[in-house]
């Protein structure tokens, strides 16, 4: 694991948490593995996904979690496993039993992308129910009941606490991941763009995960040197037509786009969903197909829906 931060103690991290953040909030790189090729071949299948399956070595599979309006990824590569938000907290129980039906007993990795409640509101029953060894999060503050809940349940855990910033990397088994953003100098008035911004290479094939990253850091992201283009986008802000911009897609150009989103989603804008059909993206949405798992043998990508 290679990050430009050095590695901070929970308790150091919280006396830093209760001096950077009080500031913050009155304004609010390393070995990359090889790019490969888009994947070409995509399968898609409907069943009801099965509550336990075995996690091969030179596989690699990427669970989105129907946690309504809110997102809960689950990453798996071999033994080795991620968490990417939790939902709101009415919806905490509910990852916590979609891990244990999938035989997770343990994260590597728990990745807090912003402070919003759907995002980490169910982080904390997560974190009092499995083991996790490592937790990320960015810089920024938000006082709330679930946020607070959150960094509470943090503080409880024994996990590693890191900060990333763009340029970091780190492994999860044999799968390459590269933080995006954010950055140390970024200054947002919207949390959302604090988010962390990370893309995953499995072989030949690659996954974009935005949080709720919008316009704005799609626009620092393009005028960077990040390696944008990616066979799976995991769209941002819900679909919301504040991210997911035109010229964002054509960078990224996915062969498949995911959105996390609530069966009365506020967000969900009928132009984003014209900006990927556009640009010929299969569209998977967890109001409609409810839990959506794509796996990477390294070459080819498939799908399951739930409906």
Known sequence: MIFQQSMITKKLWFVMLQTLLIMLLSACRADRADLGQPASDLDVQMRETQETESNPDDTLSVHFINVGEGDAILVVQGSHTMLIDGGSSEMGEVVVAYLRNHGIERLDYMVATHPFADHVGGVSDVLLSIATENILLPMAYHDTLAYNTFLFAVEGSDANVTVPFGGDTFALGNAAITILSPNPTDEWENRANYSIVMRIEFGQTSFLFMGDAMSEVEANLLNSEAHLSSDVLKVARHGASSATTSTFLDAVSPQVAVISAGESNSF???????????????????????????TSDGTTLGVVIER
């Open 268 to 294: 969900l804008s009928q132009e984003v969903l014209r900006r990927l059909g556009g640009i010929g993206a299969h569209i998977f949405r967890t109001d409609l197909n409810g839990n959506i798992v794509i």
